[in-house]
C-alpha cells in the first residue's frame, strides 16, 4: 500500500494550500481516509476525515470552517483543502487510510510519508 502526498510548501498566514494523496495498493472504496499532523515537539494529532463515499465527514475543531477534504474514488485520491492558514498550522500532514471511520490513531491501517507545511506570520 502506498500513499503519496503531496502540496506542501511555505505559504503567509491567512494563504491557502491544497494537499492531495494518491492511494494504491488498496480497495480504496473500502477505506476512509484522514489526515493527520504532527508539528515540531508535539503529539501526532487527527485533523479530518471522511467516510468510504465521501457522505461524512469529520474535523478537528481548530480547522472547521477553514479546511475542506474531499475524495475522488475513481481517481483514488483524497484532498485537504486549506484555507486562512495560521502558524500553528505549521507541521508535517499525513495522509492515512483507516477501514473505521475514526479519529483515533490507533485505528489507522495505512500511513503516507507526509508533506511539510510552513505557516509564516
Known amino acids: 500500500v502506498q500513499l503519496q502526498a503531496s502540496g506542501g510548501g511555505l505559504v503567509q498566514a491567512g494563504g491557502s494550500l491544497r494537499l492531495s494523496c494518491a492511494a494504491s495498493?488498496?480497495?480504496?472504496?473500502?477505506?476512509?481516509m484522514d489526515w493527520f499532523r504532527q508539528a515540531p515537539g508535539k503529539e501526532r494529532e487527527f485533523v479530518a476525515s471522511i467516510s468510504w463515499g465521501g457522505e461524512h465527514t469529520f474535523y478537528r475543531d481548530s480547522v472547521k470552517g477553514r479546511f475542506i477534504i474531499s475524495r475522488d474514488n475513481a481517481k483514488n485520491t483524497v484532498s485537504l483543502q486549506m484555507n486562512s492558514l495560521r502558524p500553528e498550522d505549521t507541521a508535517v500532514y499525513y495522509c492515512t487510510a483507516s477501514l473505521k471511520l475514526s479519529s483515533w490513531i490507533r485505528d489507522v491501517d495505512y500511513w503516507g510519508q507526509g508533506t511539510q507545511v510552513t505557516v509564516s506570520s
Open positions: 495498493g488498496l480497495t480504496f472504496s473500502n477505506y476512509a
